[in-house]
């Protein structure tokens, strides 16, 4: 099959023909029908560099094609998609359905061959059927909006209180539709991006560019008081401080984007208001479970969030490209064809 192997040179990736993964007793074999490009994808190639071959591609959607042993039968033919946090499934964190907390935990689309490529291997424990109407390329938005969904289950907040989101990248514009969908009153995304900003307002949110406005003036002035839920989606040094800067006294702040170069903040600021922090990171199975009932039951419209679609030969450069500052939301590979 043609797979996106990542390598040590520029480009990052580069189009291979590589085995057809065969699948093991509990498996099946999906045909990628759409996978997602991800930040974290463009973040780990240029720290992955010395370990050559990795097939990256976590967010993604397919047909079943193959089954190995033990597999129901009625599954053959299915629209699916894969967890990509795959736990050893016996531990106390894997039977507790947090495989985050699994020791043994590998990843999709780094451990283990992901779906940039026209098949991927999933075990059976780690699949989710789409109902009908969730088409393909929704299906592979389910990852980014379950990053979303567990970051507001990790939010304490009040009944239809507004929400402030710095950020209006995938997993920003992802807790945007969250927000509104759980009631939130108003749901005000700041980014300093135009094109971003209007990505957020296709999905129902007022928002703030803080290169020209205050973020904490505009919000008191659109909401009636300063915001007290915080949600930070973009990982750069600086947003915690802005965020405790703009946020009320005693409100929540939740630390999605994942910042990997040291930060520094003051604490007396978030002293001084009481301030609550919650990192949060990936998912449970319940996010998939409840993200892809939100999306069967039209509750969720993602649409917007994507871009564009490419086929598997255009990936490599735009693979690249996306690495440098972009307007870009969700792009989507299609390595069987759009």
């Known amino acids: 099959m043609k797979a996106a192997?990542?390598?040590?040179?520029?480009?990052?990736?580069?189009?291979?023909?590589?085995?057809?993964?065969?699948?093991?007793?509990?498996?099946?074999?999906?045909?990628?029908?759409?996978?997602?490009?991800?930040?974290?994808?463009?973040?780990?190639a240029p720290l992955l560099k010395s370990f050559p071959g990795i097939v990256f591609g976590h967010e993604f959607s397919g047909r079943v094609v193959a089954s190995g042993k033990s597999v129901d039968s009625r599954l053959e033919s299915q629209l699916a998609v894969g967890f990509p946090l795959i736990g050893c499934h016996d531990c106390v964190a894997c039977r507790s359905a947090n495989?985050?907390?699994?020791?043994?935990?590998?990843?999709?689309?780094?451990?283990?061959?992901?779906?940039?490529?026209?098949?991927?291997?999933?075990?059976t424990q780690d699949l989710f059927v789409l109902p009908a109407g969730v088409d393909a390329q929704t299906g592979a938005l389910v990852e980014p909006l379950a990053v979303a969904h567990h970051a507001l289950e990790k939010t304490p907040r009040e009944p239809g209180a507004p929400v402030l989101i710095l950020g209006a990248g995938p997993v920003g514009l992802?807790?945007?539709?969250?927000?509104?969908?759980?009631?939130?009153?108003?749901?005000?995304?700041?980014?300093?991006?135009?094109?971003?900003?209007?990505?957020?307002?296709?999905?129902?949110?007022?928002?703030?560019?803080?290169?020209?406005q205050d973020v904490g003036e505009v919000f008191a002035e659109?909401?009636?008081?300063?915001?007290?839920?915080?949600?930070?989606?973009?990982?750069?040094?600086?947003?915690?401080?802005?965020?405790?800067?703009?946020?009320?006294?005693?409100?929540?702040?939740?630390?999605?984007?994942?910042?990997?170069?040291?930060?520094t903040f003051t604490p007396t600021t978030a002293m001084s208001k009481e301030l609550n922090f919650q990192f949060v990171l990936y998912y449970r199975p319940r996010d998939f479970e409840m993200t892809i009932a939100h999306l069967a039951a039209g509750r969720l419209d993602p649409a917007a969030l994507i871009t564009d679609v490419i086929g598997l030969d255009e990936l490599p450069a735009r693979f690249e490209a996306l690495m440098q500052p972009t307007t870009e939301c969700k792009v989507l590979v299609t390595p069987n064809g759009i």
Do not use: K
Request: hydrophobic share 45%; proline share 10%; charged share 15%.
């Open 99 to 123: 495989p985050a907390r699994c020791a043994g935990a590998e990843l999709t689309g780094v451990q283990r061959p992901g779906a940039f490529a026209e098949f991927v291997a999933v075990d």
């Open 174 to 212: 992802a807790v945007a539709l969250y927000a509104r969908l759980f009631g939130a009153s108003e749901v005000l995304v700041s980014d300093p991006v135009p094109a971003r900003r209007m990505l957020a307002e296709a999905v129902g949110a007022r928002t703030i560019d803080p290169t020209a």
């Open 222 to 263: 659109l909401t009636g008081s300063a915001p007290a839920t915080v949600i930070e989606c973009v990982g750069i040094p600086g947003l915690i401080q802005h965020a405790a800067e703009v946020a009320a006294p005693d409100a929540h702040i939740t630390i999605v984007g994942a910042c990997t170069v040291p930060d």
């Open 5 to 44: 192997v990542l390598t040590e040179a520029t480009p990052s990736l580069e189009i291979r023909d590589i085995p057809d993964p065969a699948p093991g007793p509990g498996q099946v074999v999906l045909r990628v029908e759409a996978a997602g490009i991800c930040g974290s994808d463009l973040h780990l």
